[in-house]
Antibody, heavy 121, light 107 residues
Framework: EVQLVESGGDLVQPGRSLRLSCAAS????????MHWVRQTPGKGLEWVSG????????GYADSVKGRFTISRDNAKNSLYLQMSSLRAEDTALYYC??????????????WGQGTLVTVSS | DIQMTQSPSSLSASVGDRVTITCQAS??????LNWYQQKPGKAPKLLMY???NLETGVPSRFSGSGSGTDFTFTISSLQPEDTATYYC?????????FGPGTKVEIK
């Protein structure tokens, strides 16, 4: 059974940094692309970033480009999101999401339960 | 960025009713359109991929069609457990984008 467990969400002040982690199990991690998707009550679902199986192809939403960095450690079956220069509008529930193939351009077939990031002074 | 729109934003129907949701992309996305179901307090779940393919384990009362810019998602006979919000999502171009969602309730 696929399991994705996010951690690292917290209450942080604007301008600060935060690192999210996702521990994956139940599948061959280095065969699949991984993504971060966030959700806010007001803006629905927003794809944040994705990374291919070997980190060779990476994409970001315009709203986070230059501030967030996605990475993965296939030896540790882990996905990360380094978030810097955080803004109030980054407040959301962040989901770790598994792709259905090794490249970015696939569906999202497994989702974690999310980790909450709140940016507020 | 490709903008995704959905209609209606919400609907209320009776058990057994046929329910249809439409999704429109701001540019041609071929068949690269997925549908997700999200129940309150839960993560989204993939129902349909590539516009018309049913994900393994998903009941056959769910179906999808369309290509290019116009897509349709149908529940042939609405069940109480189908109460949820449904989202379309394109993966033809980065950044991937979701529709705003359609909330489906039982009358």
């Amino acid at each position: 059974e696929v399991q994705l467990v996010e951690s690292g969400g917290d209450l942080v002040q604007p301008g600060r940094s935060l690192r999210l982690s996702c521990a994956a199990s139940g599948f061959t991690f280095d065969n699949y692309a991984m993504h971060w998707v966030r959700q806010t009550p007001g803006k629905g679902l927003e794809w944040v970033s994705g990374i291919s199986w070997n980190s060779g192809n990476i994409g970001y939403a315009d709203s986070v480009k230059g501030r967030f960095t996605i990475s993965r450690d296939n030896a540790k079956n882990s996905l990360y999101l380094q978030m810097s220069s955080l803004r109030a509008e980054d407040t959301a529930l962040y989901y770790c999401v598994k792709g259905t193939g090794p490249g970015l351009f696939n569906c999202f077939d497994s989702w974690g339960q999310g980790t909450l990031v709140t940016v507020s002074s | 960025d490709i903008q995704m729109t959905q209609s209606p934003s919400s609907l209320s129907a009776s058990v057994g009713d046929r329910v249809t949701i439409t999704c429109q992309a701001s540019q041609d996305i071929s068949k690269y359109l997925n549908w997700y179901q999200q129940k309150p307090g839960k993560a989204p779940k993939l129902l349909m991929y590539d516009a018309s393919n049913l994900e393994t384990g998903v009941p056959s009362r769910f179906s999808g069609s369309g290509s290019g810019t116009d897509f349709t998602f149908t529940i042939s006979s609405l069940q109480p457990e189908d109460t949820a919000t449904y989202y379309c999502q394109q993966y033809d171009n980065l950044p991937f984008t979701f529709g705003p969602g359609t909330k489906v309730e039982i009358k």
